[in-house]
């Protein structure tokens, strides 16, 4: 069996105490500027409201992506002198590593690289991912986290992307639809009830106005099921949103006497 | 505006006072180190919170007095609206668009115009609902709008015909349907520009000629300034003590080439400020107005007794030429950083109706009553609302503000 041990010990250079001391600027430089974007760029976004408020928010992983290759590109040729021969064997002894130990933690590392160019989800979205809708919070390498509605915190890996569907209620905009359902009695005058909901949707106070209100009916075999499909001013009050045109279209819908349905419930004999 | 410098004699001056298309409106610019300045305030108290004055008052300024509020009246008497009524010209008699709209910024106060029109033209003025009838629908207020043949009629404000509240909408569209149908004959009404945004939501209005005033730049607002009665009295700003006004042409009457030349920076950014709003403009020009520091006038008092003769000419000289120093900057009531929903809600639906009474604004916003009282309170407390009587409105001075904190979060505004 050949001896290998000069060809390895040239992969990676000599390092002198500079190079140590250059080595650690870089990796220290790269974390905290990291940090500082993560925390000063939610920070300002907070501060900030729609469109605005948005974009600051999106470009936090994308930035982050930005310094770690600014980083490794300025590391590797420090460590290794930069060859086709030596990147082969880099990238060998990494993939067999990676293939072995670290499959599902680099996948979701890659996916998390993936999400940052393909933007199935940026912070302050409102996706729904492996079961759990929320607002994205916070964009890791690894990891995606959401907040619910019950304001809990959850963290989904990456790797979720590769086998599960994403539904991302804003996609990036500032503006997202919400759907508040009513269930009625069929004995009342439809054109009357779907006007009067149209008014209960431009009159909320949480209404934005740029983006169209639709009542949609449908009939169905208990009844008639009316939709206002409307967006407010911001994605954040999506759920009092709702609330507000519940409490007001049943209100409403009461004045012109529909009734709502009630379930049925049979009677022992 | 324009008037050629090739001609031998200058072109007369445009009318103070225009009524234009809604869309001709020309909203007066800012020079761009004051915009500047005034993005990078506002910067700074988004980001630090900090709602306290960033620069500490000049010593000048800290000297001078506020002014009684007689002499205020004096020195800026409320604006007479009756000119602004005369540009609006006779009653349209055209059959293809029988009603026109005459659109008001808040303090623009266009009820006042429409009713001096009213009484200039022999109108029918026409009351609005109250806030039973709008909540009922009731029809008999509809009914009781009989056209009065040769007569044309006046509604001078169509935002107190409507309440933002699903019940609240049917007398409104009930008297569009019935005005821009032309069933009614010629017509004025009058609306809030606020409002409008919204109704034009809720009832489209094509084909509805739009009209309303334009907009007061820097020059328009110092030939406003000159054109008040207010004596012989010079405005020196308190920045640099240079008259902030040119002085008027001996034949006493108001030059408006001087006008247009000698418009100082500060008008021309209060001008700015107001988005050409005289009636906002108004109100800021009066907040200004202070006295002359205590100790100069003690030192002309007690030099004036040593010689009769001289006291009787430095006194006729003051009578003659009074000095009213015109504070520097402009003073706005601030937002608290922390405001959220509930304050937007409850300034958005003021600003909608041109004022509510608290009752009535319990029923449009999905906040508790008590709450309703608390916010109205601590907002009359910040500067941010005034209270006439029992109805609620937006202060004039914090008016820029709170169009800009709802602006900023994409609530409707109006198009001015």
């Known amino acids: 069996m050949p001896d290998d041990s000069p060809n390895l010990a ?48 999106a470009s936090v992983p994308l930035l982050r992506l930005v310094l770690i290759i600014i980083a490794l590109a300025l590391i590797l040729p420090i460590l290794i002198e930069p060859s086709m021969q030596n990147m082969v064997a880099l990238l060998g002894a990494a993939g067999l590593a990676i293939g072995f130990a670290l499959k599902d933690y680099v996948s979701s590392l890659i996916a998390g690289v ?83 909901l149209e008014d209960v949707a431009m009159t909320s106070p949480y209404l934005y106005f740029d983006a169209p209100v639709v009542v949609v009916v449908r009939e169905e075999t208990w009844g008639t099921k009316y939709t206002i499909r409307a967006y407010p001013v911001d994605p954040r009050q999506q759920f009092r949103f709702i609330s507000d045109l519940t409490v007001r279209g049943r209100e409403a819908l009461s004045r012109i006497g529909a009734r709502p349905l009630l379930p049925q419930v049979s009677l022992p004999a | 505006m324009n008037t050629s410098p090739t001609h031998d004699t200058p072109s007369p001056p445009p009318p103070l006072w225009q009524v234009v298309p809604a869309t001709d409106y020309a909203l007066p610019t800012d020079s761009q180190p004051a915009t500047l300045q005034r993005r990078w305030r506002a910067l700074g108290r988004l980001l630090l ?14 000297d001078l007095r506020a002014l009684p509020q007689l002499r205020l009246a004096n020195l800026a008497p409320p604006i007479d609206w009756a000119p602004a009524a005369r540009a609006l010209g006779a009653p349209d008699r055209d059959a293809h668009a029988p009603v026109r709209l005459f659109i008001g910024q808040p303090y623009c106060e266009h009820a006042a115009i429409l009713a001096h029109w009213a009484r200039a033209h022999d109108a029918v003025v026409l009351t609005p609902p109250d806030s039973a009838q709008i909540l009922t629908a009731d029809r008999r207020w509809l009914d009781g709008l009989a056209p009065d043949k040769g007569r044309p009629w006046v509604l001078p404000e169509l935002e107190r015909c409507f309440l933002r509240h699903a019940s609240g909408l049917e007398l409104l569209r009930g008297f569009l349907a019935r005005a821009l149908s032309g069933a009614l004959g010629p017509g004025l009404i ?66 408006a080439s001087a006008a247009e030349d000698g418009a100082c920076p500060e008008l021309r950014q209060l001008a700015a400020h107001c988005r050409g709003n005289p009636g906002l403009a108004w109100h800021y020009w009066r907040q200004r107005l202070r006295a002359a520091p205590e100790h100069e006038r003690q030192a002309q008092a007690e030099d004036a007794p040593h010689d009769p003769p001289a006291r009787q000419d430095r006194e006729r000289l003051a009578a003659a030429d009074e000095v009213v120093w015109v504070a520097p900057g402009i003073e706005t009531p601030t937002l608290p950083a922390e405001s959220g929903e509930d304050v937007a809600f409850l300034l958005h639906a ?48 914090a008016y820029p503000t709170v169009r800009e904190f709802l602006r900023s979060r994409s609530y409707l505004t109006d198009d001015f």
């Not at chain 1, 990796?27 to 600051?56: C, K």
Request: hydrophobic letters at 45%; one cysteine or more; aromatic letters at 6%.
């Open chain 1, 10 to 57: 040239r992969l990676f250079n000599t390092l002198d105490r500079g190079d140590w001391i250059e080595l650690a600027a870089i990796v220290v430089a790269a974390i905290v500027l990291i940090r500082s974007a993560q925390r000063a760029l939610p920070w300002i976004a907070n501060r900030l409201h729609g469109r605005p408020r948005h974009y600051v928010l």
């Open chain 1, 114 to 196: 993936v999400s940052a160019f393909e933007q199935p989800y940026r912070p302050g979205d409102w996706v729904e991912l492996d079961g759990h809708y929320g607002e994205v919070v916070h964009v890791g390498m690894r990891t995606v986290s959401l907040v619910t509605a019950d304001d809990d915190t959850i963290t989904v890996p990456h790797l979720k992307l590769w086998s599960s569907a994403v539904r991302n209620a804003n996609n990036g905009s500032p503006v997202l639809q919400c759907a508040t359902s009513f269930l009625v009695h069929p004995e009342h005058d439809a054109r009357h009830a779907r006007a009067v």
């Open chain 2, 49 to 62: 919170g900090d709602d306290k004055d960033e620069a500490d008052p000049a010593r000048a300024e800290a």
């Open chain 2, 190 to 255: 009058g609306c809030d520009s606020w409002a409008l945004a919204f109704i034009e939501r809720i009832w489209p209005l094509p084909g509805t000629p739009r009209l309303t005033l334009q907009a007061f730049d820097g020059p328009a607002l110092t030939r406003y300034l000159m054109q008040a009665d207010r004596g012989h009295v010079r405005f020196l700003s308190a920045r640099n003590g240079k008259p902030l006004l040119p002085e008027p042409p001996a034949d006493g009457q108001t030059d």
């Open chain 2, 350 to 397: 003021l600003l909608l109706h041109r004022g509510l009474d608290a009752e009535a604004l319990g029923a449009l916003v999905p906040i508790p009553g008590a709450r309703v009282h608390s916010h109205l309170l601590r907002l009359q407390a910040l500067e941010l609302l005034t209270r006439d009587g029992t109805r609620w409105q937006v202060a004039p001075l």
